[in-house]
């Protein structure tokens, strides 16, 4: 008799295709590349050219953004609701959200987003085959290889990629593409190897808070507006 499997304890990522127009996604493309200028990468030539290092991280102030912002921002309540959040007692802040475009060659390096609580990103571009670099999120840890470090091994007796020790989720770009997951999840871009492909994506971060109340939960923040600035010593 087979003994029944329970895959416990989830990491849960969100994915949907957005509806998007062709010729606004053109012209965001065209404003992507403009703000972007003559830089092509971050800085060196193998990293994909990315917003945020660059000055370019407020893209959700932008006119030719604000309506896919909003999008991603309904989205994310779905994502909160559907993971158990109660709506009512939180606040859902956009701290940030810049461009990321990758050339020939360029990878985005594994990472993850400490100053964010939950990040998402909407793709511009992609043929859906991941040659333009796929998404990669990584696994934190390898729960069931139960001898640390197992699955990494070389030549080890866990087959690569097993369901149930998977090291990484691979996701191909399109456009319209919106994918939603922790921020503290580690995640990577692999290379780009189409010759002639763009890779172009807009990444966000968002931070949770308490509503602004008397007596916030005890391990969420109080709401921004209820801090208090600190004045700088004097020198």
Known sequence: ????????????????????DPLQVAAQLQTLLALRGDQDSNPDPGCAWTGDLNGVWQLHDHPDFRGLADQVVARVWHYLKATGFDCDQ????????????????QVVGRHHH???????????????????GALCLHAPRQLNEL???????HGGPIGDDHPLNQRHWLLAP???LLVMFPARLDHSVLENADPDGLRV?????????????????????PHPHQWQRCQRPVP
């Open 1 to 20: 008799m087979f003994v029944d499997l329970h895959s416990l304890f989830p990491t849960v990522v969100a994915t949907e295709q957005l509806r998007m």
């Open 90 to 105: 939180v606040d859902l802040h956009l701290q940030r959200c810049w461009p990321v475009v990758s050339e020939w060659g």
């Open 114 to 132: 400490p100053n964010a609580h939950l990040s998402a990103v909407v793709y511009l571009s992609g043929e859906g085959t991941g040659d333009e």
């Open 147 to 153: 001898v640390p470090g197992l699955a990494v091994g």
């Open 174 to 176: 399109q456009p319209g």
């Open 201 to 221: 994506s807009m990444s966000f971060d968002f931070v949770l808070s308490a509503r602004p109340s008397e007596r916030p939960p005890e391990y969420l923040s």
